[in-house]
């Protein structure tokens, strides 16, 4: 059977999620993914066209709460948690460079 | 060992304290944690802060709550003021959380002592513990065998007398499987009962916290104690916590019990029959046994296997090198998040967020992640169906006894199909629980799945209640 997604596939949606695979795991992720997508077919044949998706198993939806003003986190408590943190603010390394 | 509610009992009436049943609890967790490797972190200074505190409170006369003094294991995804929380990932490695989850807050006021934060699956994505970058939990009753996951390490520290109580979360089993494992009480809460601010979000719409305990008693008090509103998490049920405890033995007089076809077909033979031993069980009791077939609780696996890696890619996106833990150094911003994200994920973990980032990548969103959300209504509107039939339903928790290390390591799917019968619930946001009944291979346990429409909690105790003692327990 012909695995449903391509090893091109899943080097696009690596690139997509920020995560960098070897040749071995590009090769084992297409085909345990191929498996795991094979077996949803029992899903996909089916005909729900009349059925409204759930996202939310009771259907709550648009929770209001009063816009008060409380304490909230003690800020150097977070970023004393932070790999790396400057001026009260979390520091990474430079976001601008040449154009990708 | 005690239960809970006769250690509060004892702490309350000064016949022993909190400190001293702290220091049994850690007696026993240094005995055998290293062989288990049940705990990933114990908290000594700080709950032994909390224990001393319990006891002025009642040298003082103060009634202290249900969980007075009574020590309880809590999982590593579950935030605990600086507590190292991990998630069993190198990725959070070092980092502290600076706020309680509520669930926390709500067991130290009732009177309880959080002793330290047990192993899980990375992320609480597995079925066996073997996913945890600290290494596997072993199962006490048979160190060769998996105690079952998430969970794994909540559900050993109570099966190994470490702690009569302890915290799990269940996104699609995994505090009812390694229950069954293990031969204890693990209950999946209705969505919405209990807070889940301050848990490390996996699934968001399928995660629930839920109490493990040797004794249904003590199930229903654990979750009585955390449930309950919660502005701070906005899915949480805006309506009063029930009363479970009182209901507990209630009984099933009258009760329709709903066999289901679908919830232990495919099971191991001596599994089968401890579900038909049950049912004998609560018809004993005065329940009435309905035969009954949805063939829809089929499709959950493959519903469940899209909507909890998509929602999963999405909710692990934080996890950057920015904020928390983990940074792998590179000269731009995108290398280092992707070098952090690739040192810090395990296999299954970036294996979920694969999957669900192809599910919810352009072209194929309709295909795989929209069609697995109608699959969900057409499960609700399964389980309403039988909700006209039967009270509650019966199966079987999982498809056999706890496994051996290694075993459905080799393939994702076979380690998935262990959760075929415990899924279906949480996509329909309804409650469910593992009691022990009855023996299998080894003479290892097997747990009994009863479930129930939302809010039947109180219920769902009733009838596991009566199963233990129809166990002569």
């Known amino acids: 059977m012909s695995s449903p997604l391509s090893r091109e596939d899943v080097a696009h949606v690596a690139r997509l999620a920020r995560l960098t695979l070897t040749e071995d795991e590009l090769a084992l992720f297409t085909d345990q993914l191929g498996g795991i997508l094979e077996h949803a077919n029992d899903m996909s044949s089916l005909d729900l066209s009349d059925l409204a998706p759930t996202a939310h198993p009771f259907g709550l939806i648009n929770v209001f709460r009063d816009d008060v003003v409380k304490p909230s986190l003690d800020r150097d408590g977070v970023l004393n948690e932070a790999p790396d943190a400057r001026e009260g603010r979390f520091a990474v390394p430079r976001i601008l460079g040449e154009a990708p | 060992m005690k239960s809970a509610v006769e250690i509060a009992k004892d702490v309350q009436s000064g016949a022993t304290t909190a400190s001293a049943e702290l220091a049994k609890a850690y007696d026993a967790i240094r005995a055998r944690n290293e062989e288990l490797n049940v705990f990933l972190h114990l908290d000594v200074e700080g709950a032994e802060k909390i224990a001393a505190d319990v006891d002025a409170r009642v040298a003082r006369g103060e009634n202290v709550g249900p969980l007075a003094g009574v020590p309880i294991a809590i999982k590593d995804n579950l935030c605990q003021i600086g507590i190292p929380t991990t998630c069993s990932s190198k990725i959070l490695d070092g980092w502290k959380p600076p706020y309680n989850a509520t669930v926390i807050d709500r067991l130290v006021a009732a009177g309880a002592v959080p002793v330290g934060k047990t192993n899980l699956d990375e992320f609480a994505m597995g079925s066996s513990t073997e996913n945890s970058?600290?290494?596997?939990?072993?199962?006490?009753?048979d160190p060769s065998r998996v105690p079952g996951g998430s969970s794994g390490g909540s559900a050993a520290a109570v099966a190994a007398d470490m702690t009569p109580l302890s915290l799990g979360s269940d996104t699609g089993g995994s505090i009812r499987q390694p229950a069954a494992l293990c031969g204890l009480v693990g209950m999946k809460p209705t969505y919405g009962l209990v807070s889940r601010y301050g848990l490390i979000a996996f699934a968001s719409s399928l995660d629930q916290i839920g109490p493990f305990s040797k004794t249904v008693l003590d199930s229903a008090v654990l979750l009585e104690t955390i449930a309950g509103y919660d502005p701070m998490d906005s899915t949480s049920l805006n309506e009063p916590a029930p009363s479970l405890s009182a209901h507990v033995n209630d009984g099933v007089a009258g009760k329709r019990i709903g066999l289901v076809k679908e919830l232990y077909e495919g099971a191991d033979e001596s599994v089968v029959a401890s579900v038909m031993a049950a049912c004998e069980a609560l018809k004993a009791a005065g329940a009435t046994i309905v035969e009954l077939s949805i063939p829809e609780l089929q499709l959950g696996l493959s519903a469940y296997y899209l909507i909890a890696?998509?929602?999963?890619?999405?909710?692990?996106?934080?996890?950057?090198?920015?904020?928390?833990?983990?940074?792998?150094?590179?000269?731009?911003?995108?290398?280092?998040?992707?070098?952090?994200?690739?040192?810090?994920?395990?296999?299954?973990?970036?294996?979920?967020?694969?999957?669900?980032?192809?599910?919810?990548?352009?072209?194929?969103?309709?295909?795989?992640?929209?069609?697995?959300?109608?699959?969900?209504?057409?499960?609700?509107?399964?389980?309403?169906?039988?909700?006209?039939?039967?009270?509650?339903?019966?199966?079987?928790?999982?498809?056999?006894?706890?496994?051996?290390?290694?075993?459905?390591?080799?393939?994702?799917?076979?380690?998935?199909?262990?959760?075929?019968?415990?899924?279906?619930?949480?996509?329909?946001?309804?409650?469910?629980?593992?009691?022990?009944?009855?023996?299998?291979?080894?003479?290892l346990p097997i747990g009994i799945q009863l479930l129930g429409p939302g809010r039947s909690e109180a219920q769902l105790f009733a009838a596991a209640r009566a199963l233990e003692s129809a166990d002569g327990r």
């Open chain 2, 133 to 141: 970058a600290f290494g596997p939990t072993r199962n006490p009753l």
């Open chain 2, 309 to 443: 890696p998509a929602e999963a890619s999405s909710n692990l996106a934080r996890f950057d090198g920015v904020r928390f833990g983990l940074r792998v150094d590179a000269d731009d911003v995108t290398a280092m998040m992707e070098a952090t994200r690739t040192a810090g994920f395990g296999a299954e973990v970036k294996r979920r967020i694969m999957l669900g980032t192809y599910a919810l990548s352009a072209g194929y969103f309709d295909a795989y992640y929209g069609q697995a959300l109608k699959v969900r209504t057409l499960l609700i509107n399964a389980f309403k169906k039988a909700y006209e039939q039967a009270d509650l339903l019966i199966g079987a928790t999982t498809p056999s006894v706890a496994f051996k290390f290694g075993e459905k390591t080799d393939n994702p799917m076979t380690m998935y199909l262990n959760d075929v019968f415990t899924i279906p619930t949480n996509l329909a946001g309804d409650p469910a629980l593992s009691v022990p009944f009855g023996t299998g291979e080894e003479n």
